[in-house]
């Protein structure tokens, strides 16, 4: 009896776990889409680094796709996963920061003249 409850809490536990984590990928998906979007509507992002950080986060969406279409994300998978999200998320960081310097370098341009 105490067996099949303990069984029952770790399988539980460990779906609740695997929710946990993958609300985590999804929310920082709509965080990175929720970012781009923001840095469009500034003005912080071209076109161009719109349409390629759009490129790549329909890839990460594939990349999240792929693995869980055997039913199963591994931790592996969803190491890859993560680690894709942070390094799209400075990307964003330092595209969106690029055209304030470009920015900030015109109009130090303009106080020296």
């Given at each position: ?36 979007a ?72 303009i106080?020296?003249?």
């Amino acid at each position: 009896m105490k067996s099949t409850v303990l069984a029952a809490a770790v399988l539980l536990l460990s779906v609740a776990y695997t929710n946990a984590d993958a609300q985590t990928v999804r929310q920082k998906g709509r965080n990175q889409r929720h970012r781009i979007a923001q840095g469009v509507k500034s003005g912080e992002l071209t076109k161009a680094e719109t349409v390629n950080l759009a490129k790549d986060q329909k890839e990460i969406h594939q990349e999240v796709k792929d693995a869980k279409a055997d039913g199963v994300v591994t931790k592996e998978e969803r190491k890859d996963i993560k680690q894709d999200q942070r390094q799209e998320s400075r990307k964003i960081l330092s595209q969106k920061t690029q055209q304030e310097r470009q920015e900030l370098i015109q109009v130090l341009k303009i106080i020296k003249i």
